[in-house]
């Protein structure tokens, strides 16, 4: 494959890919500010208790897994993509 058959090739792949990342940088924000939301509303409350420190790790935690479960869902929606488009290789 010469040097421009590799740039027409790309040059596809930016119309599909490009609203892709923008879809995820959205779902990306939306996702984290609703995370941060929930957060200062838990911790705001929770300052008030006597075991501070353990219900902040116990947040700290559930922050963590749910930003991991975020990008969980962005890497879908690029499998999604991939398997629509037909860009997975055969095995």
Request: no cysteine; hydrophobic share 65%.
């Amino acid at each position: 494959m010469n040097l421009v058959a590799v740039g027409n090739y790309w040059h596809g792949n930016w119309v599909w890919s490009l609203p892709l990342i923008v879809l995820n940088v959205v779902i990306h924000v939306f996702g984290l500010v609703f995370i941060n939301e929930r957060v200062i509303s838990v911790l705001s409350g929770a300052m008030e208790h006597r075991r501070f420190a353990g219900m902040f790790a116990v947040i700290m935690g559930v922050t963590a897994l749910l930003a991991t479960v975020l990008l969980a869902l962005e890497a879908g929606v690029w499998a999604a993509a991939y398997r629509l488009l037909g860009a997975m290789p055969e095995n």
